[in-house]
């Protein structure tokens, strides 16, 4: 079955670094985009950034844009978030998610936490 599990979460100071990876596994990963989102208590789950199959094409939020890098490996079929710069405001449990060729994400990761504070 298709599966997707995030990992890379942490405590990290403002202007701190990390790095999320979704290893994923039940489908074949070349063939479908990937995408990140994130969600705090009370909010609804906001658009990160979204990847493109072969890599071609990103998209970011203005938010994290120039701050937060997606890539993917197609041969590890795994997809990451490079977070640098980051503020408190990105505090949130960030989420995985496949994406069809129409744009829906039609499957979802357990989520990882990401807490930014001094």
């Known amino acids: 079955q298709v599966q997707l599990v995030e990992s890379g979460g942490g405590l990290v100071q403002p202007g701190g670094s990390l790095t999320l990876s979704c290893r994923t596994s039940g489908f074949l990963f070349a063939n479908y985009g990937m995408g990140w989102f994130r969600q705090t208590p009370g909010k609804e789950r906001e658009f990160v950034a979204t990847?493109?199959?072969?890599?071609?094409?990103?998209d970011y939020a203005d938010s994290v844009k120039g701050r937060f890098t997606i890539s993917r490996d197609n041969a590890k079929n795994t997809t990451y978030l490079q977070m640098n710069t980051l503020k408190t405001e990105d505090t949130a449990t960030y989420y995985c998610t496949r994406r069809t060729l129409t744009g829906r994400n039609d499957y979802w990761g357990q989520g990882t936490q990401v807490t930014v504070s001094s």
């Open positions: 990847i493109t199959a072969r890599g071609i094409t990103k």
